[in-house]
């Protein structure tokens, strides 16, 4: 099966921290892997897209890894504000399809 | 610009009953999909289209239809539902670029209640 696993289901972290949250998956390294955003009672919305060439990508305060070896994805926000509280999902390419993990519910407190 | 508008937003149908729930999108995307998000459980593929007038089965697909007429439009149907089909729907479109499909766009939802 591509499964897809975020370790931890909440995160609580200070303002001003940077916040990580963990992707691993199992099996065979996607070609890609996808970070979303969701707030409650709406739909994820698309952050960032890394391949498996790349090693790293940023956008704005926020970035990702992809680490084949350990067949791990790392998000990072920097200089976390409150307004960056909501679940953060990452999702596997397979084909025409993604995979998505639980998620991982982020608080960040003023 | 709407982007994925997916209605209705809210529903509750009694066992057995049957409905259909619609995906549309403007944004002239190839791709579009139906997942379905349980506490727990994480968003689940039931079915997909990457094309016009294509289908295909995702991870959960049994109990449900679809159908792509138009481009535009994403159908899902429910035939007879059942108390497990209690669950937040989330429809998605997407294209290729670079030869890989690109982030999905969502629509925000639709929450239905079997009883």
């Known amino acids: 099966s591509q499964k897809i696993e975020q370790n931890s289901e909440a995160l609580n972290i200070q303002e001003g921290k940077t916040a990580t949250l963990t992707c691993n998956y199992t099996?065979?390294?996607?070609?890609?892997l996808q970070w979303y955003r969701q707030d409650p009672g709406r739909g994820p919305v698309f952050l960032l897209l890394?391949?498996?060439?790349?090693k790293e990508k940023r956008k704005e305060r926020l970035k990702v890894t992809f680490d084949t070896t350990l067949k791990q994805s790392l998000f990072h926000i920097t200089a976390s504000q409150p307004a960056d509280s909501a679940t953060y999902l990452c999702a596997r390419a397979t084909g025409n399809q993604f995979y998505f993990g639980t998620g991982t519910s982020l608080t960040v407190i003023p | 610009n709407a982007g994925v508008t997916q209605t209705p937003k809210f529903r509750v149908l009694k066992t057995g009953q049957s409905m259909t729930l619609l995906c549309a999108q403007d944004m002239n995307h190839e791709y579009m999909y139906w997942y379905r998000q349980d506490p727990g459980m994480g968003l689940r593929l039931i079915h997909y289209s990457v094309g016009e007038g294509t289908t295909a089965k995702g991870e959960v697909p049994d109990g449900y239809n679809v159908s792509r007429l138009k481009k535009q439009n994403f159908l899902l149907g429910l035939e007879s539902a059942a108390p497990s089909q209690t669950s937040v729907y989330f429809c998605?479109?997407?294209?290729?670029?670079?030869?890989?499909?690109?982030?999905?766009?969502f629509g925000s939802g639709t929450r239905l209640t079997v009883v």
């Open positions: 099996n065979y390294s996607p070609a890609y």
């Open positions: 890394i391949r498996e060439n790349e």
């Open positions: 998605a479109s997407s294209y290729l670029l670079g030869g890989q499909i690109y982030g999905y766009t």
